[in-house]
């Protein structure tokens, strides 16, 4: 493990400590679930990124979806 001095506004802190004894979570478990969150988060928008360019054009989404045959539901498929 590393250690890791940080600042935070009092406010930011503060709402950390009230949440920290709030759920019996030390704070710097606290402290290392929220970045590992906000790095999941990032990591997911460039997740996306990459594949939203690999993604069919609309025209060929189109050509793909005409494909599909105009048929209802099936029973217990409906809306």
Known sequence: MSALTIQLPDSVFSAMMALSKRDG????????????EKISAMYGIDFLDQHASQA????????????????????GDEW
């Open 56 to 75: 069919p054009t609309q025209e060929e989404f189109l050509r793909i979806l005409s494909k599909v045959p105009n048929n209802p539901p099936d029973p």
């Open 25 to 36: 979570v030390p704070l710097d478990s606290l402290f290392a679930t929220a970045a590992a």
